[in-house]
């Protein structure tokens, strides 16, 4: 079964940097568009990042110029290197793996996230 497993998360100050990590199993990870979204207590789900098969991406306002979403498809490895983290980017990190099948189909798969909290 697929299985999207997250780590790197922690405690970390404000303007620290933290490296998230997410590995990808029982899909092609190269077909799928694969992106970090978080949610903070009280709050939606919210999207922070995604990457496409041939390594575009695209970023949130709110992290755009401090948060780097890279792939490694040999290792089936999806990145979020956040650098500069405020308190308000204190959420659970969840990895996302999206196919679009046919139109309005699409298979998605979430890993069971990571708590990154930053304090002052």
């Known amino acids: 079964q697929v299985q999207l497993v997250e780590s790197g998360g922690g405690l970390v100050q404000a303007g620290g940097s933290l490296r998230l990590s997410c590995v990808a199993s029982g899909l092609t990870f190269s077909r799928y568009l694969m992106g970090w979204f978080r949610q903070a207590p009280g709050k939606e789900r919210e999207f922070v990042a995604r990457?496409?098969?041939?390594?575009?991406?695209y970023y949130a306002d709110s992290v755009k110029g401090r948060f780097t979403i890279s792939r490694d498809n040999a290792k089936n490895t999806v990145y979020l290197q956040m650098n500069s983290l405020k308190p308000e980017d204190t959420a659970v990190y969840y990895c996302?793996?999206?196919?679009?099948?046919?139109?309005?189909?699409?298979?998605?798969?979430w890993g069971q996230g990571t708590q990154v909290t930053v304090s002052l």
């Open positions: 990457i496409n098969w041939s390594g575009s991406t």
């Open positions: 996302n793996g999206h196919l679009a099948v046919v139109a309005d189909t699409a298979l998605d798969y």
